[in-house]
Every structure is written in C-alpha cells, then in structure tokens.
C-alpha cells in the first residue's frame, strides 16, 4: 500500500518508463509512474501515454492490466509533458538499469535536465557477486516479497524504491558486522578512488546519524536466498546403482520438477558403470533426450560416494570433461546439486569447476592495472573487481553478469587483470584468491568438472590425478585436438613479452638488476644491449609485416591463412623469401636469449636460488624467448607430420605461425590419458557414416568398447528437414536480402523462436543489419549474443537468434520456445584449409575424407538444437545447401531424420502454417488423452503439463467437450 510506503533517501524521485521497445528512434513511451521523496512526503505520479503507431501485442501481455482501449484513450505526450516536468522538479531521479531511461527521456522529453541515478549500478557495487541484477531478481532475493514478473510503471517505481532501501539496509548491516569498524565503504571511495568521490551514490552510501530501520521489515538480510528444498527421507540403496534410475520416486521426492524415466537410460548408465570398475575405454553415442547427463552424473556421484566409503582415494574421484563452459556452468549450477540432493549425497561428496587460469581475476594485477584510474567508469569497474575478489570466494571471469560486463566496459581491462599462467604460482600466493582456494580444493573433490583445453594440459597433477573420467561432447575432440596441441609463435604476444623488458611491474631489467645486487653484483647489466637486442627482434617483425602487404597477402576483410610448405600455386614462389626472413628473425631472438640465460647463470649457483621469486619470473621470460626460438625453428622444417601454418592479420597488424601435429592420436595417448584408469567418451553425435571407426581412429582409440543408445525421439515425425533451391550461393550479393527476407517471413509466419546459425561471423552481421530494416516497428526482435538465447522461452516475445559457430552445440531449448532451425551453409572446408591441404598431400587422403567427418558432426549438432524433448518439433532449414549431393545425401543418412527436401521459399513458407498447426495439435491430444486416462483435473494437469514440457499453450475452458486453447496471438477450439 502507498500509505505504507518510507524511503531511506529523501528528496529522490524514483521513476520507471514503460516502452513499445527497446529502441528510441522507433519505439514510443507508452507509459510513466514514479514516486517522489520530498522533505519526508511521499507522492505519486503515474500516466499512460497515447501512442502513434502499432504497440506490439507482446506488450499488453508483459504490462499486467494494460488494455489496448486505455492506451488508445490516453493523452498525447505532448500534452503530458509539462506536468511531468513540474512533477520532477529538479529532483535526482532513480532509475534501474537508468541507461534505457536516459536514452528515451531524452529523445522524447529532452527537457528533462534532471541527474539520473542508477539502482542497478548501486547494486553491481554493493553485492558484486549476484549473477543477475534485473528489478524481478533483486525483488526475489533480498526481500522477502512475493513479486510477479509483470511490469507497470507505477509498480516498477515502487520496486526500485525497496530494492534501493534493501540494499543500503544490507550494506550498512554488513559494515556494522564486519571487523573492519571504521572502514566504510563510503569512507573507502573518498580516500581511494577520486573519479567516485562525485559518483552519484557516494553521499547515500554513509548511514545517516540516528538512522531507525524500523517500517522497512521486507529487508532479507542473508547473503545468499536460498529456497531449501523438502525432502521425504526415501530409503536408498546405492548399490543398486543405475537400478536407482527406475525409482521416480527418488527423482520427483520435493516436486521440482517431473522425472520421466527414459528407455535404455539404464543400459547406458550400466555400461558406464562397468567401464569404469573395469578401468576400460568406451565410445557411447547417446542422442538428445537420452538422460545422458542424468545417467552419468549418478553413476560418478554413487561409485565416488561408495569408494570414498572404502578409502579408495583414487577410485573417490572422478573428472568429467565439457567442451563448453555453458555446460560446464550447467553441471556445477544445477544438474550435479540437484541429483545429489536426490540421492541424499549432497552432504557427503565434495564437488567443483576447474578451468584454466586466465579464465580467474587476480586481485594483484588488479591491483597494479593503471587503466581504472583514468575516469568514474575506470574508478567504478576497479571498485566493482575489487569488491568481489575481497574474500576470495569469488573470482571466476564467466560468472560475471554479462550486463555488468558491459556496463563497466571489463572487456577492455580482463587480459590485464586475469590469472597471469606462467607468472601465477598457486603454492605460493598469500591472497585472498579464488583460484587458489578452488586449487587447494581439489585433492578432497570427489566430482570435479573441467573443459577439453584443460584437460589436454591439464595443469594440476600434483594436486589431483586423473583416474577415471567422462568425456562429453567428445566429438570436439576431432577437430579441437589440432589446436590442443599445437605449437605458436605469434608477433603481438611476443611483442608484449619483450615489452617486459623495460615496462613490467617490475620490468625484467629492474629483477636482473635486483637479482645481481643481492649476489654481490657478479654481472656487469648492458642496459642497453639489451633493449638494442630487443629493438632488433621487434625491427624483423615488422620487415615480414612489411613483406606481407607488399606483396598483398590479404585481400578482403578476413585474415589470411596458408600451410607454408603447400601454398597455393600464385604463392609458390613467395615461401622462400617469407622463410629467410622467418629465419633472421628467429636468430635475432637467440642472442637476446642467450644474453639473458648467461646473465642468470653468472649471478646465482645452483644451491642459492631456492625460492627466490626473481630469479623464478625471469626463468619463466627466458624459458619463453628459448620458446619461441624452437617454435620458429621446428616452422622452418617441413614435415610429413606437422602443418606448417601462416596468419597474417587483415589488417597487417600480427601475423601467427603454427606447428600443428596431424598425429593426434598419439598425442591424445600421450598427453590426456596416459595414466587414467577408465575413459568414456561421449556424445549424441560420435558416429560418422553410421561408423565409430573414424573418430576412435583419429583419437588412437582403436581398441575401446562402443556402444549406441536407439533414438530417443521420432525425428521423421516430428521434424522436417528443407535445403533451399532459390536463396542463392553464399557468396552472390543477393544471398544476404533474399536470406533475410526469408528469416524475416518465416518469424512472421512462426511468431519468431528462431535459430539462425552462420559459418561466417560477417555473413551474420549482414543479415542482422538488414533484418533491422525489416523488423523495424514490429515486435519482431533480432539478437546475436549466446545470452539471449533465454528470451526464446517467452511465450510473448517474438525473437530470432543469429548465432555464430559457437552457438552450434550447448544450446538447450526444449518446447515452443525453438521450433526452426536454420543454417546459412554445409560447413563444408575450403580447400585452402591449411591443415586439410597438409593430411590430402602427405596422408594421401582425399577431401571428403577429410571434409565429410567434420561436417556430418557439425551438422548433426545443429539438427540436435531443434528436437530437445519428446514434444518438440520443426524445421531445419539449410539456406545454401550447395552444389554436392554426395554431401547432402551422407548427411540424409547420417541425421536419422526425415528426407532432405529441395523446395524454394514460397513453398516452404506455404506449408508452415499447416505443419506447425498439426504438431501443436498432437502435442494437445497426446497430453489431454493421458489425463483423461489418470481421471485428474483437464484444466489443472493441462496446463502444468503444458508449462513443465515448456510448451505455450494455455487451456482456458472447457465447455460441451469444447476444448478452447490460447496460443502466442490465435485461439483454438475444437472436440479432441
């Protein structure tokens, strides 16, 4: 109630705007409500606004109580104007997430001069560690209200006030408690950070004298919200193992969501099981909807639970290995907790992430970056970094809300002020440090996640040995292995290592000059031999960029790529200058080396430099010249067993030289899992040409188990799979509008919920600047970051996606929110793939031997975005399908889905309505005649069916054994 309202800051406006969307110049203000704190008296303003043209349909769903008939009877903003104005006085005004306000405030109603302030910003300081910071979740989490996620003006205002008030009563809360008694935050900015003394919120962040809390007790105070979840203690056998799966009961005890036992999951998690008691090696392709995660997390969680109980310290542990940190997040966040909690382990075994260094901050880079200090947005990101690091609980990079990455601009400072690989020592740091807490954790971890990069160097063997582990999606492995253990020298990195020399903190020549007086200055350091010697490796670098441009390696926007040894034939004759210049530059590093390695030697003996940390930093830069001296020279030999590959920037900035091993299969022997006791791979897309043979070939697996899960899904039913005739090729100028007009038609006919997925990063740039024109006034939105992939599952959104190649695999979209699919290409290798051209000429293989493997599981990868559930259905689409039907045929084939139809995009199109219709109404009928049959109430178990398989539909009444539904915009009734 208004009447209840109080304010911990006074002489404030708190203020929301409600909007037809997201872009000022084509979007309109529909909608203003604030509340004003003056001298202590609270009032209210709110109006609607007559709007000018369409208001998306979308809007009257997310705005709760909002009719078309009040807007369209409302005032014109022109005449509202001047009461809005007089209202706001010259008050500050608080805003959550204030950017979107400023921007439409000042296009329509420039005259408002008012300060604006941001409560987002005010919470992104004062709790750093919430990973969202959206007015619902803030509501959630640190109060104690019931709030819906419907949005008016007025209410938002209202909103912005309580979570302002919960979180100043929670800072001063935490200070009062801290040992630090003197040390408030408030203080703290004043004396350290001089672009936040005039920071909006500065003067608000220090408690008033004879503050009283009384009025405000919807303040959480804990940390952390946690809904705790009941449970019915449910006896468990855990020698049952995969038995265990069968038991609903176990699964849906505290109702959070509804288990479904799935056909073989317990065969699959057997065979899992029996790998690992008999430390085997397995290739178990497990297609979507399987229960893959489900089936393995039980099995790791019970043998490491039961060994544990044995004092089986190596059996106890178990690493289970990602492609993606997505999925990484999604075991550590909720599958792994949640399964544990069901099988009452949770208390019992310890679990964690592990990733590799640069993806932690370390607080002292942060700490010696100088880049924060040059304005509030600088001062406000070090505060931010600082705040969060502080108790070293926190610290992963990814983790980071992406809106706070982006409003603090981190991306310009994270190479500066992440873990640091060679110069981060874990066993000796003092701080505060997540990583190293996370480090010192793992000997006692009895599940531990990782990531294939990790894993192929995996980093932490004195530590934690890897005994048995799960590796998913092990189909990256084929491609990825390449760049795991390839060998690079590149110009950029090598030029910020020899600015070391003379810019470090402290600078290399500072160390040696440390180092050589705390010996009895046994050396004479040539300063400036040294830097002389570094100015002439930097002088070679620039003569090959030189090289490059004048001979017009680069033509277009795209770096250019080569193998060495095999370049195409206009190049043949450029490899012998490129390679003597190659070579200057590599004897210009060794004397620079050697130099520096003689210093070292010279100065200190062998039984004098035990933990001498100098002596350790500059090791570590002389082990990095020799380095790159051996990259460079190793690049210079051809080699039947390496491609020898050349980058050069396209801009001529950089150029990369690399020596990629094409055994891999030795490699992953040798290097990953020498001394594991069990391996299994897994996958719903191991097989190629209905084959294990090709991937355990290429990984050195010959001898490992394979075992294959049936399809979980109808994929013929429930999919139909079109290559389009009349879009054009890829690189006509017509493709990127005949695409985009296509995209956008089909949203039009679907009501969005579409995945555009792309080969080439400014193809997909192309089409979202067209399709911007063409969505332009509509409530059509087009988004290419991978986080907002979320807004698919809102029924009232109509949203396109146009995700690059990361977006191919770790999207999980089950239900109405995805149901087409679309791809601009056949990933197809272009003949110039350097790593393709070296196993064609020295392996003898020909292209599709090559080429084939990578695209059948690329695009197996993609069909499995579309089908996630058992209710699930659409399109897949290829927009340029190419002119090899050999490809399109293999690809028929090794989908095991519907026939691959060629059609243009007018029949398309014409038979969309049709299709969709007809599996929304199976998808009706399958779940109203299973309800009929449990005797339950239609309605009721309806929509909670409906809203648990994610699908949208809504089942208003039944009346005369009428069946009405509501959908996104249409009305469907019927006799089922």
């Given at each position: 109630?208004?009447?209840?309202?109080?304010?911990?800051?006074?002489?404030?406006?708190?203020?929301?705007?409600?909007?037809?969307?997201?872009?000022?110049?084509?979007?309109?203000?529909?909608?203003?409500?604030?509340?004003?704190?003056?001298?202590?008296?609270?009032?209210?303003?709110?109006?609607?606004?007559?709007?000018?043209?369409?208001?998306?349909?979308?809007?009257?769903?997310?705005?709760?109580?909002?009719?078309?008939?009040?807007?369209?009877?409302?005032?014109?903003?022109?005449?509202?104007?001047?009461?809005?104005?007089?209202?706001?006085?010259?008050?500050?005004?608080?805003?959550?997430?204030?950017?979107?306000?400023?921007?439409?405030?000042?296009?329509?109603?420039?005259?408002?001069?008012?300060?604006?302030?941001?409560?987002?910003?005010?919470?992104?300081?004062?709790?750093?560690?919430?990973?969202?910071?959206?007015?619902?979740?803030?509501?959630?989490?640190?109060?104690?209200?019931?709030?819906?996620?419907?949005?008016?003006?007025?209410?938002?205002?209202?909103?912005?006030?309580?979570?302002?008030?919960?979180?100043?009563?929670?800072?001063?809360?935490?200070?009062?408690?801290?040992?630090?008694?003197?040390?408030?935050?408030?203080?703290?900015?004043?004396?350290?950070?001089?672009?936040?003394?005039?920071?909006?919120?500065?003067?608000?962040?220090?408690?008033?004298?004879?503050?009283?809390?009384?009025?405000?007790?919807?303040?959480?105070?804990?940390?952390?919200?946690?809904?705790?979840?009941?449970?019915?203690?449910?006896?468990?056998?855990?020698?049952?193992?995969?038995?265990?799966?069968?038991?609903?009961?176990?699964?849906?005890?505290?109702?959070?969501?509804?288990?479904?036992?799935?056909?073989?999951?317990?065969?699959?998690?057997?065979?899992?099981?029996?790998?690992?008691?008999?430390?085997?090696?397995?290739?178990?392709?497990?297609?979507?909807?399987?229960?893959?995660?489900?089936?393995?997390?039980?099995?790791?969680?019970?043998?490491?639970?039961?060994n544990k109980q044995k004092n089986r310290k190596d059996d106890a542990s178990f690493i289970i290995s990602t492609n993606t940190k997505e999925l990484q997040n999604q075991l550590i966040e909720r599958d792994i907790p949640t399964i544990l909690k069901k099988l009452r382990l949770d208390d019992k075994l310890n679990y964690g992430a592990m990733k590799g260094k640069g993806n932690y901050l370390c607080i002292e880079r942060i700490n010696r970056c100088e880049e924060f200090q040059m304005d509030e947005k600088g001062n406000?990101?070090?505060?931010?970094?600082?705040?969060?690091?502080?108790?070293?609980?926190?610290?992963?990079?990814?983790?980071?809300?992406?809106?706070?990455?982006?409003?603090?601009?981190?991306?310009?400072?994270?190479?500066?002020?992440?873990?640091?690989?060679?110069?981060?020592?874990?066993?000796?740091?003092?701080?505060?440090?997540?990583?190293?807490?996370?480090?010192?954790?793992?000997?006692?971890?009895?599940?531990?996640?990782?990531?294939?990069?990790?894993?192929?160097?995996?980093?932490?063997?004195?530590?934690?040995?890897?005994?048995?582990?799960?590796?998913?999606?092990?189909?990256?492995?084929?491609?990825?292995?390449?760049?795991?253990?390839?060998?690079?020298?590149?110009?950029?990195?090598?030029?910020?290592?020899?600015?070391?020399?003379?810019?470090?903190?402290?600078?290399?020549?500072?160390?040696?000059?440390?180092?050589?007086?705390?010996?009895?200055?046994?050396?004479?350091?040539?300063?400036?031999?040294?830097?002389?010697?570094?100015?002439?490796?930097?002088?070679?670098?620039?003569?090959?960029?030189?090289?490059?441009?004048?001979?017009?390696?680069?033509?277009?926007?795209?770096?250019?790529?080569?193998?060495?040894?095999?370049p195409r034939e206009d190049l043949k004759g450029i490899t012998n200058a490129i390679g003597s210049e190659i070579s200057v530059l590599k004897e210009s590093i060794y004397p620079l080396y050697k130099m520096l390695n003689d210093y070292i030697y010279n100065i200190t003996l062998d039984d004098e430099i035990d933990g001498d940390i100098d002596h350790k930093n500059l090791s570590?830069?002389?082990?990095?010249?020799?380095?790159?001296?051996?990259?460079?020279?190793?690049?210079?030999?051809?080699?039947?067993?390496?491609?020898?590959?050349?980058?050069?920037?396209?801009?001529?900035?950089?150029?990369?030289?690399?020596?990629?091993?094409?055994?891999?299969?030795?490699?992953?022997?040798?290097?990953?899992?020498?001394?594991?006791?069990?391996?299994?791979?897994?996958?719903?897309?191991?097989?190629?040409?209905?084959?294990?043979?090709?991937?355990?070939?290429?990984?050195?697996?010959?001898?490992?188990?394979?075992?294959?899960?049936?399809?979980?899904?109808?994929?013929?039913?429930?999919?139909?799979?079109?290559?389009?005739?009349?879009?054009?090729?890829?690189?006509?100028?017509?493709?990127?509008?005949?695409?985009?007009?296509?995209?956008?038609?089909?949203?039009?006919?679907?009501?969005?919920?579409?995945?555009?997925?792309?080969?080439?990063?400014?193809?997909?740039?192309?089409?979202?600047?067209?399709?911007?024109?063409?969505?332009?006034?509509?409530?059509?939105?087009?988004?290419?970051?991978?986080?907002?992939?979320?807004?698919?599952?809102?029924?009232?959104?109509?949203?396109?996606?146009?995700?690059?190649?990361?977006?191919?695999?770790?999207?999980?979209?089950?239900?109405?929110?995805?149901?087409?699919?679309?791809?601009?290409?056949?990933?197809?290798?272009?003949?110039?793939?350097?790593?393709?051209?070296?196993?064609?000429?020295?392996?003898?293989?020909?292209?599709?031997?090559?080429?084939?493997?990578?695209?059948?599981?690329?695009?197996?990868?993609?069909?499995?975005?579309?089908?996630?559930?058992?209710?699930?259905?659409?399109?897949?689409?290829?927009?340029?399908?190419?002119?090899?039907?050999?490809?399109?045929?293999?690809?028929?084939?090794?989908?095991?889905?519907?026939?691959?139809?060629?059609?243009?995009?007018?029949?398309?199109?014409?038979?969309?309505?049709?299709?969709?219709?007809?599996?929304?109404?199976?998808?009706?009928?399958?779940?109203?005649?299973?309800?009929?049959?449990?005797?339950?109430?239609?309605?009721?178990?309806?929509?909670?069916?409906?809203?648990?398989?994610?699908?949208?539909?809504?089942?208003?009444?039944?009346?005369?054994?009428?069946?009405?539904?509501?959908?996104?915009?249409?009305?469907?009734?019927?006799?089922?």
């Open positions: 109630m208004l009447e209840d309202l109080i304010s911990v800051l006074d002489n404030v406006i708190y203020l929301d705007i409600e909007t037809t969307g997201l872009d000022e110049t084509c979007s309109e203000i529909i909608e203003i409500g604030a509340v004003k704190v003056k001298n202590g008296v609270i009032t209210t303003y709110n109006t609607l606004i007559r709007p000018r043209g369409r208001v998306p349909i979308s809007i009257y769903s997310l705005c709760s109580d909002l009719k078309e008939a009040d807007l369209l009877s409302a005032r014109s903003l022109n005449s509202i104007k001047q009461e809005v104005l007089e209202f706001l006085e010259d008050l500050p005004l608080i805003c959550h997430n204030a950017n979107f306000e400023r921007k439409f405030l000042s296009f329509y109603i420039p005259e408002i001069k008012n300060t604006i302030m941001d409560s987002m910003e005010l919470a992104i300081i004062l709790e750093p560690w919430r990973k969202e910071y959206n007015l619902n979740s803030l509501i959630k989490e640190i109060t104690n209200l019931n709030k819906d996620e419907l949005h008016r003006g007025l209410s938002d205002s209202i909103d912005t006030l309580k979570v302002v008030n919960s979180l100043l009563l929670r800072q001063w809360n935490r200070e009062e408690n801290s040992r630090k008694k003197n040390k408030s935050l408030h203080n703290l900015i004043i004396k350290e950070y001089q672009y936040l003394q005039k920071w909006p919120w500065t003067k608000h962040l220090l408690k008033p004298p004879f503050f009283i809390d009384e009025g405000y007790t919807y303040v959480n105070y804990l940390e952390n919200k946690e809904e705790e979840l009941k449970l019915k203690k449910i006896p468990i056998d855990y020698l049952k193992y995969e038995d265990l799966l069968e038991n609903e009961e176990i699964w849906n005890n505290g109702g959070d969501f509804g288990y479904q036992y799935r056909k073989d999951q317990k065969e699959f998690a057997k065979k899992i099981r029996e790998n690992f008691e008999k430390g085997e090696r397995i290739f178990i392709e497990a297609p979507t909807g399987s229960g893959k995660t489900f089936a393995y997390v039980i099995i790791a969680a019970i043998e490491t639970y039961l406000l990101a070090l505060l931010f970094l600082r705040r969060l690091c502080e108790n070293g609980n926190y610290g992963d990079i990814e983790n980071i809300n992406y809106l706070v990455q982006k409003h603090l601009e981190l991306d310009k400072y994270i190479r500066e002020v992440n873990c640091d690989s060679e110069q981060c020592k874990l066993d000796k740091c003092t701080r505060a440090c997540f990583l190293r807490k996370r480090y010192n954790e793992l000997p006692e971890e009895n599940i531990t996640v990782i990531n294939h990069s990790l894993l192929a160097c995996w980093p932490y063997t004195e530590k934690k040995k890897i005994n048995h582990i799960i590796i998913d999606e092990g189909h990256n492995l084929m491609e990825k292995c390449y760049d795991f253990f390839a060998e690079e020298f590149s110009s950029a990195e090598f030029i910020q290592l020899l600015d070391l020399i003379e810019k470090g903190h402290p600078s290399i020549i500072a160390m040696l000059l440390t180092l050589n007086a705390s010996y009895g200055y046994r050396e004479t350091i040539e300063k400036d031999k040294i830097m002389y010697l570094a100015n002439d490796i930097i002088v070679n670098i620039n003569i090959l960029l030189n090289d490059f441009r004048s001979i017009r390696l680069v033509s277009g926007e795209y770096n250019f790529t080569t193998e060495f040894f095999l570590d830069f002389i082990a990095k010249l020799k380095s790159a001296f051996d990259v460079l020279d190793k690049f210079l030999e051809s080699s039947v067993f390496y491609a020898k590959i050349l980058e050069v920037d396209s801009e001529y900035k950089s150029f990369t030289l690399k020596n990629v091993p094409l055994n891999v299969g030795e490699l992953v022997n040798e290097h990953m899992l020498k001394d594991v006791k069990s391996t299994t791979f897994l996958s719903a897309t191991l097989r190629i040409e209905n084959s294990f043979n090709k991937i355990k070939k290429h990984l050195g697996q010959e001898k490992a188990k394979e075992f294959i899960i049936p399809p979980t899904f109808d994929l013929k039913k429930r999919t139909k799979i079109f290559a389009l005739k009349d879009v054009g090729r890829y690189d006509e100028p017509s493709y990127i509008k005949n695409v985009s007009q296509f995209i956008y038609n089909t949203a039009l006919k679907i009501n969005g919920h579409i995945l555009v997925l792309f080969n080439n990063n400014a193809r997909r740039t192309a089409v979202s600047e067209e399709l911007e024109l063409l969505t332009r006034g509509t409530k059509i939105e087009v988004h290419m970051s991978k986080k907002s992939v979320r807004a698919l599952n809102d029924k009232n959104r109509q949203v396109i996606i146009l995700g690059s190649k990361g977006f191919f695999e770790g999207i999980d979209v089950p239900g109405d929110a995805l149901s087409c699919v679309m791809l601009d290409k056949i990933p197809n290798y272009s003949p110039e793939y350097p790593i393709l051209r070296a196993i064609t000429t020295y392996q003898k293989k020909g292209y599709q031997d090559v080429n084939y493997p990578q695209v059948c599981i690329k695009a197996k990868q993609i069909y499995g975005r579309l089908i996630r559930s058992t209710f699930d259905y659409g399109y897949f689409i290829i927009l340029d399908p190419g002119q090899n039907s050999y490809t399109i045929r293999n690809l028929e084939r090794d989908l095991n889905g519907p026939s691959i139809e060629f059609s243009s995009t007018t029949k398309v199109l014409s038979e969309m309505e049709f299709d969709y219709n007809n599996w929304r109404r199976n998808n009706i009928n399958t779940i109203i005649n299973n309800i009929k049959k449990s005797n339950k109430s239609i309605k009721e178990e309806f929509n909670n069916e409906s809203k648990k398989h994610k699908l949208f539909w809504e089942l208003l009444k039944v009346e005369n054994d009428m069946y009405y539904f509501e959908n996104i915009n249409f009305k469907l009734n019927g006799k089922i």
